[in-house]
């Protein structure tokens, strides 16, 4: 079974520019979230849909940064314009569903440089 | 304040020692669930177990064991003769029936294991 896919792996852009990162979920999973990971902040969750709808974007850090879920098998995170402070793996993830005792799968992250 | 905690930032041992990784949580709620995920030097998150808040006993699997008191909201993580293959950050979660029950984690503990 394919899991969570994420595209690109690999992301260097420069500042200013619209970078946008994407997510496939496992098949059936109703939840999809998305984290960011530094060294200074750790792993921080950005937002959290259940059956495509958000229910948490509180760690969503500004303006700047958008999240959508257009159907069940699809999810982008938008940052437009870019800083290098957004320099970060970016990681999703999904559950069966938005139960607490569900585990969440992850994908292998988008590594993004800002420059 | 719904929290998790790993105080240890970085531990090395030499290989077949013993190592515990500790964490602790914060939370007023009754219904919660603990997670451990390994993260290799490949990046990937691989899940390693769930516990719920109703059940204490501890799990063995293999040479990884975990320890899940509530008492001193604590559920450490111990390697019996570790291995290289060992080396990793780990990280313990929490998902909390409040909040959204989203996955809160701690900052990690990187674990080297020499040879």
């Known amino acids: 079974d394919a899991g969570v896919i994420q595209s690109p792996r690999h992301e260097v852009t420069e500042m200013g520019q619209e970078v946008t990162l994407r997510c496939k979920p496992i098949s059936g999973h109703n939840s999809l979230f998305w984290y960011r990971q530094t060294m200074m902040r750790g792993l921080e969750l950005l937002i959290y849909f259940n059956n495509n709808v958000p229910i948490d974007d509180s760690g969503m850090p500004e303006d700047r940064f958008s999240a959508k879920m257009p159907n069940a098998s699809f999810s982008t995170l938008k940052i437009q314009p870019s800083e290098p402070r957004d320099s970060a793996v970016y990681f999703c993830?999904?559950?069966?569903?938005?139960?607490?005792?569900?585990?969440?799968?992850f994908g292998s992250g988008t590594q993004l440089s800002v420059l | 304040a719904q929290k998790v905690t790993q105080a240890q930032t970085e531990i090395s041992v030499v290989e077949k020692e013993d190592v515990t990784l500790d964490c602790v949580y914060e939370t007023r709620d009754t219904t919660y669930y603990l997670f451990w995920y390994k993260q290799p030097p490949s990046g990937e998150l691989v899940f390693l177990i769930r516990?719920?808040?109703?059940?204490?006993q501890n799990e063995i699997s293999g040479r990884y064991s975990w320890n899940f008191q509530k008492s001193t909201s604590s559920f450490n993580f111990t390697i019996t003769a570790s291995q290289v293959v060992d080396s990793a950050v780990y990280f313990c979660a929490a998902r909390f029936l409040q909040g959204a029950q989203k996955l809160v984690f701690g900052q990690g503990t990187r674990l080297t294991i020499n040879p």
């Open positions: 993830a999904s559950s069966p569903g938005g139960r607490v005792v569900e585990k969440l799968f």
């Open positions: 516990r719920n808040s109703f059940d204490e």
